[in-house]
């Protein structure tokens, strides 16, 4: 038999890795692995228990429980894409900008992110998708607002340390313009550490978002989202209890796996620089 | 600070798709009218430029005055006073129902290191990182409440009526502090004052108590408040999901309301708590470590 002898950081990120994936490939191919229709109503087949024809049973509407979980993942996996996209599109230019310029910008930009960052994220996300009114698009535009700071001032840091170094020099030197030197030489450096940092929030992002959409604050009924599908399963706690545990355990499960490969792929990283 | 925080919350107000007053009035489901809308645009404070509303604005946040809420016409402050005591009740209890769990787990995983009871420590803690505090929630409720009826299933009569969302918000907070407590352990338990306590015959759990131990306990003081922002935040779910008449059920109660009033004095207020509690645990860190007071 052959065993594999990874160092423990990789182990974790390989577990996590693969959980990851399948999910990846269960988002992407969601028309193809569901039984049925996520969002068909069969009222004569309400609450049913587990079937050849619905594996997980049917929700209080009648629609296939497992149909709606993998559905679901297609929407949690785009959503969570979507905020980490729009908070790279606003942290990266302002966290080189801060960084790189220095000086007054720096320090001006530096105290609004402080100032954003006193405040709580999950209430402020809470306050923004409030005063824009709930919905999916608004509350992804309110995470978005949110999120972004912390990664501009950690971005900040890394170009301060970059800065300094000598092959910033030498590309002054060889007559590079500003916009080559952030985008060619300090992006591309801190790059590799964003990611990995990416990847430890994404788990967070998805349990979020689901949780405002729990509230009701996010994705609405009929969509097929877990945090909808576990705010519908309240009701029919005491009759129909399955309906909870589903999509409870995927979110877990997914986020568990988004946590594992983040926390290996940090320290896989930290050996790196050592 | 204070003044960057009352500028943002300020500026929620007019992130509202349309006009304020006008949706405030409109949810009456009478069609105001144009008279209506100036009055109620006056009361806000919406008429002007923009700097002079502000000024209005701020110069009644400083008196205490942060509106009214719209649906209850009582004033908002009052509102979220009256509910403060349950949510920093729960607070309080999951905090403790946190250190319950992570103070053992976090000892005994940084004195067995890689041991059977660190992997423990370890998976515990990645699941209360991960798991979704609502459906923690759902899961006391149905176990705690609906099948063993331990508990009562909803709302905030008694004592016993605590445990559940106590639970559910603490299992959150553990995880970060096991790690965190396993470290800062770790590092004072290879300081030579362990040594020289051990070398002079002390007994272990006076070593692993006195010394080691309450020299580990300043990170997590800090930790509280790095964490206080999510606390309330969980808070918010938790207060949803067992009926707990605290101020995070309020402000979801506020939102679907459209009471935009109470959003926003509810979000400043938060703000405020978060600053206080960072500014006590500041204090508290100078008083239990005198070397910061030296610095």
Known sequence: MITLHLPK???????????????????????????SDPLQIHMDHRLSLPSWEYPLGTDHLGRCVLSRLIYGTRTSLYCALIVLGVVFAISIPVG????????????????????????????????????????????????A???????????????????????IMAAKAAGSSHLQIMVRHILTNVARPILVLASMEVGTIILSLAGMSFLGLGAQPPAPEWGVMLNDSRTYIQTAPRLMLFPGLVILLVVVGFNLLGEGLRRADGRMHE | ?????????????????????????????????????????????????????????????????LGSSYSSGRPVLTEILSRFPATSLLAICGIIVALLLAVPLGILSALYPDRLIDRLGRVFALLSVSMPGYWLSLLLIYYGAVKLRLFPLMGMEGGSSLVLPSLALGFGMA????RLIRASMLEALGQL???????????????????????????????????????????????????????????????????????????????????????????????????????
Request: aromatic share 8%.
């Open chain 1, 9 to 35: 950081g990789s182990r974790a990120a390989l577990a996590g890795g693969s959980i990851v994936l399948i999910f990846i490939v269960i988002g992407i191919f969601a028309p193809y692995l569901a039984p």
């Open chain 1, 96 to 143: 080189l900008i801060a960084g790189y310029a220095g000086g007054k910008v720096d320090q001006l930009i530096m105290r609004i992110i402080d100032v954003l960052l006193a405040f709580p994220s999950l209430i402020l996300a809470l306050a923004v998708t409030g005063m824009l009114g709930p919905g999916p698009v608004n509350l992804l535009i309110a995470f």
């Open chain 1, 145 to 167: 607002a949110v999120w972004w700071t912390g990664y501009a001032r950690i971005i900040r840091g890394m170009v301060l340390q970059i800065k300094e170094r000598d092959f």
């Open chain 2, 1 to 65: 600070m204070l003044l960057g925080i009352s500028c943002i919350t300020f500026a929620l107000m007019h992130l509202t798709p349309g006009d304020p007053a006008e949706i405030i009035l409109r949810a009456d489901g009478i069609k105001p009218t144009t008279a209506a809308i100036e009055v109620t645009r006056h009361t806000l404070g919406l008429d002007g430029p923009v700097y002079i509303q502000y000024g209005h604005w701020l110069s009644r946040v400083l008196h205490l005055d």
């Open chain 2, 175 to 178: 995880g970060v502090y096991i």
């Open chain 2, 193 to 295: 004052y362990i040594k020289a306590a051990r070398g002079r015959g002390m007994r272990e759990w006076s070593v692993i108590g006195r010394h080691a131990f309450r020299n580990a306990l300043l990170p997590s003081l800090t930790l509280l408040g790095v964490q206080i922002g999510g606390l309330l935040g969980g808070s918010v779910i938790v207060e949803t999901v067992f009926a707990w008449p605290g101020i995070g059920r309020y402000a979801v109660e506020a939102i679907f309301a459209k009471d935009y009033i109470v959003i926003q004095g509810y979000v400043l207020l938060m703000a405020v708590v978060v600053v206080l509690v960072n500014l006590i645990v500041d204090v508290g860190c100078l008083l239990l470590d005198p070397r910061i007071r030296l610095r």
